[in-house]
């Protein structure tokens, strides 16, 4: 996730985004709204969404499944971006939902995604999280463990219910990304070590309240080769078939998510590739597909839009410093994630450029966007997009240093509307309570 080997140019990074056009006088544009125009309506930064580039995304993934006649049930990763009208957006193209915490099953339920269509996973699902899921009509649950299935089939127990699960296998599969999104390693904290499944699944099938009905796995996040998939996709299969040997009914298999983008000029993960691998792996097992993509719908399917407070000079560098923080935009302080900068106005894009630090005005050194990036001179008041910023961006943001929460619109038909308001000032201590003095 660190900078490219060969960082694209700023006209590269136009031209491998269809949903962006530099126009000569409205400056840079998105699915043909003119970033300006948003800025100049709610102020920066400001977090900009595609719906057009939504459906698109869900399309393509559909249809790579259907070109092989796959029938495969596709839960939208909520952790990626969890704003409502996002949830919406995958309500009404069919999707389910992926959740992992109680909030998470909230807003998708909310958002009018039927219960019975999310998946509950997680490492550590509270038993009041499991009870009010199921009480509300949970569709299923990935157990993490062997000690949280007793604890589901003890909830289960105590409302009257049989809850249908399945268990989520650690295929022990490396899939080639960042250590810190890396979930299907054996010392990961997530799943079941692939040996113990087995027992486990004939223990859960005789369980108070326990309904197994398959397995499931996510081996990482941002996984841009078909290699990892396919070593733990074939795992999959191999289980399946061990549990129906031993007397084991198996119809579900959850394939999970972790489909990588483009964040340079590369191409993400081919779906063609993808699912022809699942075709090919688990195509023949007779079992409900799933898988639970979260970053390839909406990390493309979003930006960052901020305005430059000052560019200053200091021991021979140069500092472009930005209205965005590491509060808003956390993955670059995290992860070292990059992420293009795409300056707004059009007299920039072909302007001589030379290499700058993008920072924030957040008071610590990770506070920092990109390193000797090659931009333009940007004087105070311009505006640059931070690219890809759709996933991981607003759901990881704070409040840290007192900065209020950044608004958010949705584009959708060539019009933008407003989803989040700016936090007030006021609203950052609203629901703080003082003490009384003792007396």
């Not at 126009?23 to 400001?46: K, S």
């Not at 990390?299 to 500092?319: D, T, W």
């Amino acid at each position: 996730m660190a900078q490219p080997n060969h960082p694209p140019s700023l006209q590269d990074l136009l031209a491998t985004r269809p949903a962006f056009a530099m126009h000569a006088q409205d400056g840079l544009c998105f699915e043909y709204v003119p970033l300006n125009a948003i800025a100049d309506a709610h102020g920066t930064p400001v977090w900009v969404y595609g719906a057009g580039s939504i459906r698109a995304r869900y399309a393509a993934l559909k249809n790579a499944f259907a070109a092989l006649g796959l029938g495969v049930h596709i839960h939208y990763a909520v952790k990626a971006n969890d704003h409502l009208a996002i949830l919406g957006l995958f309500r009404g193209l069919g999707a389910g939902a992926d959740v992992v915490s109680l909030g998470e099953f909230m807003r998708a339920e909310r958002a009018g995604i039927d219960p019975a269509d999310i998946v509950f996973s997680g490492v550590g699902k509270a038993p009041a999280e499991i009870a009010a899921s199921v009480a509300a009509g949970l569709g299923q649950m990935n157990v993490e463990s062997a000690e949280e299935l007793e604890v589901i089939s003890a909830v289960a127990g105590r409302m009257g219910r049989k809850i249908k699960i399945t268990l989520r296998m650690n295929p022990d599969v490396d899939a080639g990304t960042h250590e810190k999104i890396t979930t299907g390693l054996a010392g990961n904290k997530f799943g079941i070590p692939a040996q113990d499944i087995p027992y486990l699944y004939a223990h859960a099938a005789r369980l108070p309240g326990i309904n197994p009905v398959g397995i499931a796995m996510h081996i990482g996040s941002q996984i841009l080769s078909p290699a990892p998939y396919a070593r733990a996709y074939r795992k999959a299969g191999a289980m399946v078939r061990k549990l129906r040997e031993i007397g084991q009914s198996v119809s579900v298999v959850d394939l999970g998510g972790g489909i990588g983008i483009g964040y340079g000029d590369e191409a993400g993960m081919s779906l063609t590739a993808y699912a022809n691998l699942i075709n090919r792996e688990v195509g023949d097992l007779d079992v409900q597909l799933q898988v639970e993509p979260g970053r390839y719908f909406v990390g493309p399917a979003g930006l960052l839009l901020a305005s430059v407070i000052l560019e200053k000079q200091s021991s021979g560098k140069r500092f472009i410093v930005l209205d965005a923080a590491m509060n808003d935009l956390l993955r670059p302080a995290l992860y070292d994630a990059w992420h293009g900068i795409m300056p707004v106005s059009a007299a920039h894009l072909h302007a001589p450029t030379g290499p700058a630090d993008v920072v924030g005005p957040v008071c610590e050194s990770a506070d920092s966007f990109a390193t000797a990036r090659l931009l333009p001179a940007l004087g105070p008041r311009a505006r640059v997009a931070i690219l890809d910023a759709g996933a991981y961006g607003a759901v990881m943001s704070s409040a840290y240093n007192a900065r209020p929460r950044a608004a958010a619109v949705l584009v959708d038909a060539g019009q933008f509307h407003l989803i989040t308001p700016r936090q007030r000032l006021d609203a950052l201590w609203a629901d703080e309570l003082l003490p009384q003095p003792v007396a």
